[in-house]
């Protein structure tokens, strides 16, 4: 294949495409043509914000009855489901039931005449219209406009075409449960086809045995529904089914036909079981050839993988006598391969297949023996086959490229990676598509390394022109290099025409991109919110526990104005969904507040928290509030406003209450050693440990008092007092908490005579300096957690109690 014979098909798809031809490595091309294929749409759109366009589409209603199944209309049916989606979450109007109807009904009615199936993404979306509509009675309903027994039977069809790619596909279950109940639920409805394809699809997506009982019960299913159970109980592994079922097969209907053994034998392929293949394998046949070619092929290519030679020249022994079959030599070449992999002996043996077989042969029989070798990690072997094929007259064609490229990207190998893309360009497409699927890894490999962005950009483009989707990785890939290069607006077009198209679970590892990416310390702040600015219009569904983290991150970049955002547009969320705050997110907005010492924040959010009826304000969220206001200079609130009402309430106090509420007591003059001293002694009259964290807090409190002679005696008595010595952190906690630098200069005088040790450990620490005040300070991590559960547990906080503390706590008259 030539560069021009590429070069021509290129400008004919850009002909047929009514655009013009442009090459990336042009350096005279057209400003317009560099613009990605997702972004022209947005382009094009006036005097709208690019976030607003995630939110709908200027799409103009379009019947598709009778229309053809071309790659336009399939955009404009799964557009129209998108559609429904984005309304929905952002309350605006839906597109009609009539458009819906119209659009499912071809989305269905297209692939099952084509024989495609659905994808994941396609399931997902046709599973959300169907709730849609069934929630307004518009399924098997007499009036027009709405879904008939046709249409559900085509939909069951559709679902039970084979998914060879996947496993098993829950989302295909769901939707065949959603239209079968539907079914049931009218009588008449159930017609034999549709339970028969409700049997396949249950054999397809791990329900096998449920299948295996609808087909036990019922003896008016065909054979070939039973053999779709029987390969259902080969995926899931269930053996003593499987054979029951085999022979109760086999007392109704006789030996299996050769294609049912044919395609039980590659079912137990498949699942990688030899012997069990085997065994089907040797079944009898009702025909008097055995098992077809094709069946004995595929157990060669088995038993060569598996390294049981001794099974496989047998079975080459067998198709040596079909040659002039199809599928033969490229069965035989591999068993040659892998028996003798020395090129001369090889190069003999198959020029003499080759001259033996009157079949078509093609490239693609080396394209096995290359795929065998490349998998058993034998570049050298399959470069040889390659050359062999060149000898025999056969040119790699894409299929041979892109397994080197699958290959290169296992070893990522991104020199080779590079090299096989290219040659993969210049040649046709695979018939079987196989390169779409290598190209989705490859972009995401360029994508998460950050490697080559003109070449993954390439790529990418190649996917768009061949009209293939783009997977969910590759997604969060493009992703990733969008935003780490500050191309906002090349993330708004790759997502806004795709991220409604995905399921949840897709969403979900494109939506971790972001939050890392947002979460990443290293990141500038406004480029962060932008990212989030994003993130929050494509992926609504984000729980508040997710959340959290992207708020956490503005406050330890300085931003509580940013965080405070992220938490108001969580407090937006309506009541009952996830992303509504709880008390561990109200809690956690005022720890960050603190954090940032952000007056507006707490005003703020305080508000927010009053006018939020779903949140009962618990003793976290106090402990939260006291920790802000301590912050923010308003100890006395801490104290009056939040202490005391934990002492009221029906939960009662935590141990970081105590804690916080003496730490509001250090900053809190002239009453903050009378309020602490109180403190200290109901807990004692409770029973409550004084552990060495309280004490150090108290140590605080009398040196924040500016009682130097109270905290250096608490210091040396605190031995006997608690059991525990004083250590570097407690005469830190002493020096920071004492103000102004004449009063450190003393508590530094005192410590180096009384503690040399803990105050050399102390220095050890760092420091910082305030400069406003020309004060310095030791770096004592002396923070707070707060998520500690309550003292008492449910019912045991009793009023007598409360007034316990009161008489012992009595507010004091005070001017602030």
């Given amino acids: 294949m030539t560069k021009s014979s590429h070069l021509t098909r290129a400008v004919f798809r850009a002909l047929i495409a009514n655009r013009p031809y442009v090459s990336r490595e042009c350096l005279r091309r057209p400003v317009v043509a560099s613009t990605p294929v997702w972004q022209r749409s947005i382009n094009h759109q006036q005097q709208r914000h690019f976030l607003e366009a995630l939110l709908g ?36 109007r839906t597109p009609s039931h009539d458009e819906l109807i119209d659009a499912l009904r071809f989305l269905f009615s297209a692939r099952l005449e084509n024989r495609q199936p659905l994808t994941r993404n396609e399931v997902f979306l046709a599973t959300e219209t169907f709730k849609h509509l069934q929630e307004r009675d518009l399924v098997l309903r007499e ?59 249950l054999a397809r997506t791990g329900s096998a045995t449920e299948a295996k ?98 099974s496989a020249e047998a079975l080459a022994r067998t198709l040596t006598t079909r040659l ?41 029989t080396f394209n096995d023996v290359i795929e065998y070798a490349l998998k058993r990690n034998n570049p050298v072997l399959a470069q040889a086959v390659q050359d062999l094929a060149l000898s025999e007259g056969f040119q790699p064609d894409g299929k041979t490229y892109a397994l080197q490229l699958q290959f290169a990207i296992d070893q990522r190998d991104f020199s080779k990676a590079k090299q096989m893309y290219e040659a993969m360009l210049m040649e046709d497409v695979p018939s079987d598509s196989f390169d779409l699927s290598v190209l989705n890894r490859y972009i995401a490999l360029l994508a998460f390394a950050q ?34 290069r500050g191309e906002i607006d090349e993330a708004v077009g790759l997502l806004r025409h795709r991220i409604d198209y995905f399921p949840l679970a897709d969403r979900a590892r494109v939506s971790v ?82 954090q940032c010492r952000d007056v507006d924040g707490l005003q703020t959010i305080h508000n927010m928290l009053k006018l939020d009826l779903q949140v009962e304000i618990s003793t976290k969220i106090h402990n939260g509030m006291m920790l802000a206001n301590i912050a923010c200079q308003t100890p006395w609130q801490a104290i009056i406003d939040h202490f005391y009402k934990i002492m009221d309430s029906r939960e009662g106090p935590s141990y970081s209450t105590f804690e916080v509420a003496m730490r509001a007591c250090e900053t809190w003059p002239p009453y903050g050693s009378f309020e602490a001293r109180k403190i200290i002694a109901v807990m004692q009259s409770w029973n409550l440990e004084i552990t060495k964290s309280m004490y150090d807090n108290y ?102 109690l409360q007034r316990e503390m009161q008489s012992q706590i009595e507010p004091l008259p005070m001017s602030h």
């Fill in 57 to 92: 589409t200027n799409r103009t209603p379009q019947s598709l009855e009778g229309a053809r199944p071309t790659a336009k209309n399939f955009e404009v049916a799964i557009g129209k489901l998108v559609d429904l989606l984005r309304a929905r979450k952002s309350r605006s």
């Fill in 143 to 201: 009036h027009a406009g709405s879904m008939t027994e046709a249409d559900l039977l085509a939909i069951l069809e559709t679902l039970a075409l084979p998914t060879p790619k996947e496993r098993f596909r829950s989302d295909t279950r769901v939707l065949a449960e959603l239209v079968r109940g539907s079914l049931t639920a009218v009588p008449g409805a159930t017609s034999a086809e549709s339970e028969q394809a409700y049997v396949t699809i």
């Fill in 213 to 310: 009982h609808i087909i036990s019960a019922h003896s008016t299913s065909p054979y070939t529904v039973w053999v779709e159970v029987l390969k259902g109980l080969v995926q899931e592994g269930k053996d003593t089914d499987f054979w029951r079922l085999l022979d109760e097969y086999e007392s109704k209907f006789g030996n299996l036909d050769p294609h049912a053994h044919e395609e039980l034998v590659i079912a137990f392929i498949r699942a990688d079981r030899i012997f069990d293949a085997q065994r089907i394998y040797n079944q009898p046949v009702n025909s008097g050839d055995g098992p077809t070619t094709r069946c004995t092929s595929k157990m060669l290519e088995m038993s060569i993988r598996a390294g049981k030679m001794s």
């Fill in 324 to 364: 002039r079959e199809d599928d033969v030599v490229a069965s035989l070449i591999l068993y040659h391969a892998a028996r003798d992999p020395r090129l001369e002996n090889l190069r003999q043996i198959v020029h003499g297949l080759l001259q033996s077989s009157n079949t078509e042969v093609s490239m693609a």
């Fill in 451 to 484: 490697a080559e962005y003109d070449v993954m950009m390439r790529a990418t483009d190649t996917l768009l022109e061949r009209g293939a989707d783009i997977d969910c990785e590759a997604i969060a890939g493009l992703c990733h290099v969008f935003l780490h």
């Fill in 513 to 594: 991109v972001f939050r890392d990416f947002i979460t990443n310390p290293s990141i500038n702040p406004q480029r962060a919110f932008n990212a989030y600015e994003l993130f929050r219009h494509a992926f609504p569904e984000t729980s508040a526990v997710q959340r959290l983290p992207l708020m956490q991150a503005f406050f330890d970049r300085k931003r509580p104005d940013m965080a405070c955002q992220v938490f108001s547009h969580m407090r937006q969320a309506d009541p009952g969904e996830p992303a509504r705050p709880d008390t561990n997110a109200y809690a956690k907005c005022f720890e960050g507040i603190a």
């Fill in 699 to 800: 140590v605080g409190v009398m040196a924040g008092q500016c009682e130097f002679e109270n905290a250096v005696e608490l210091i040396e008595s605190m031995q006997n007092d608690i059991g525990e010595a004083p250590d570097a952190y407690t005469i830190g906690t002493f020096y920071n908490a004492i103000p102004w630098q004449f009063r450190k200069d003393a508590v530094e005088k005192w410590a180096k005579q009384a503690y040399p040790e803990l105050w050399a450990e102390l220095v050890s620490y760092g420091e910082e300096i305030d400069e406003e005040w020309e004060v310095r300070y030791f770096k004592v991590d002396r923070s707070i957690d707060i998520d500690d559960p309550p003292l008492f547990g449910e019912g045991e906080w009793k009023p007598e």
